[in-house]
């Protein structure tokens, strides 16, 4: 099986596991999304529909799961709900964890109980649905973080050179120095996501084309196509990753980790903004950072969005619009005295 066949595998068995702990009529909503949705999406649904039913026990509306049933969850007003979405913004758990979340988690959270409620209005098990009437927060736009030109620059020869590490740090460089490398070189010159990156096997790559086949989300499989400079980058390792004996399992993985198995998101994630500090940026830099960069820099060279979609997987242009065209402070300076006023 194929990474993304596994990964599969092991997010249902953990989708089986939560559900398991929910009211049995949840095994009918997430049977009825199964089609439409990723298993990655279901077990977020699950995790959501816990915390809320766990929201309904402590606050005293019922004893336990079990009297959790669907006439229960009709006779539910707007103001319950709100209620909700005020205790879920900082909580904490039977361990004494606290926990918060913001606007975009709440809008979320929210979501989710309109998706289960929906489900079984459909279905005539639910006849009052309340929350399709609940107002989500106001989500506030944040600043979207890229990297300029000089930055992007400046970020690569950290990564190529090591800049000015020493000792034990410039010895573990030395080690990993052509497989980051190549990790970064591949994001920036495509900004394929870090879950696609990691994905990729070493027969997913295409030298002849300059092409990488990856796992969009939602399982769709795409090429994408890189640089010249990404090429020969991408080479010099493949030529060291042939040397090396992978354990049980990662044998196809194209990028291993020091445990020779497949490196993991929490990896790259943090492998990146260890070269951001190396390179001397001080902005968050993240794996989407450099994705975001790489939009914003294919649309500024061609000027085309549909482009920057299709080679993003956006299927909604206004996404890419967002978060990948942005009116960059150059042209903001450059028109600083187009208003003159003496």
């Given amino acids: 099986m194929t990474y993304h066949e596994q990964s599969d595998i092991q997010n249902i068995k953990k989708l089986r596991s939560i559900i398991s702990a929910l009211p049995a009529y949840c095994e009918d909503f997430f049977r ?54 005020e205790w879920i913004k900082c909580w904490t758990d039977d361990s004494g964890k606290e926990y918060t979340n913001g606007e975009k988690a709440i809008a979320r959270k929210l979501s989710t109980l309109k998706a289960f409620y929906k489900y079984f209005q459909q279905n005539e098990r639910i006849v009052t649905n309340s929350v ?10 944040k600043e979207i973080i890229r990297l300029d030109n000089d930055e992007m620059k400046a970020f690569i020869q950290a990564v190529e050179t090591g800049g000015n590490l020493e000792g034990r740090e410039r ?25 696609e990156c990691i994905g990729l096997d070493i027969n997913d790559v295409d030298f002849k084309n300059s092409g990488i ?16 400079d990404t090429r020969e980058v991408l080479g010099l390792y493949i030529e060291e990753r042939k040397l090396v004996e992978s354990i049980k399992g990662h ?3 194209l990028f291993l980790s020091q ?22 940026i001080q902005k968050k830099v993240t794996p989407h950072t450099l994705r975001r960069s790489y939009g914003t820099a294919l649309y500024n060279a ?19 619009k967002r978060h990948y065209v942005a009116l960059e402070d150059e042209k903001k300076r450059e028109n600083r005295n187009a208003v003159r006023l003496r």
Avoid: C, W
Wanted: charge should be positive; avoid cysteine.
């Fill in 32 to 85: 009825g999304i199964e089609p439409r949705t990723s298993s990655k999406t279901r077990i977020a649904y699950a995790a959501d529909l816990k915390l809320f039913f766990e929201y309904l026990i402590r606050s005293g509306q019922v004893q336990d799961m079990e009297s959790i049933t669907l006439d229960m969850l009709s006779g539910l007003k707007i103001i319950d709900f709100e209620k909700y979405m």
């Fill in 132 to 141: 399709s009437l609940v107002q989500p927060p106001k989500l506030r736009d």
């Fill in 171 to 195: 010895a573990f460089f030395e080690i990993t120095q052509k497989r980051d490398f190549a990790i970064i070189m591949l994001i920036l010159t495509t900004g394929i996501r870090v879950s």
């Fill in 213 to 228: 086949r990856i796992y969009r989300k939602g399982g769709k499989e795409e090429t994408v196509y890189f640089s010249d």
């Fill in 251 to 253: 044998e196809n993985a």
């Fill in 259 to 280: 445990q020779n198995k497949r490196i993991s998101t929490r990896n790259v994630e943090d492998l990146i903004p260890k070269y951001a500090r190396l390179a001397g």
């Fill in 302 to 320: 061609t000027g085309d969005i549909y482009l920057v979609a299709g080679t993003l997987g956006h299927a909604d242009v206004n996404t890419a």
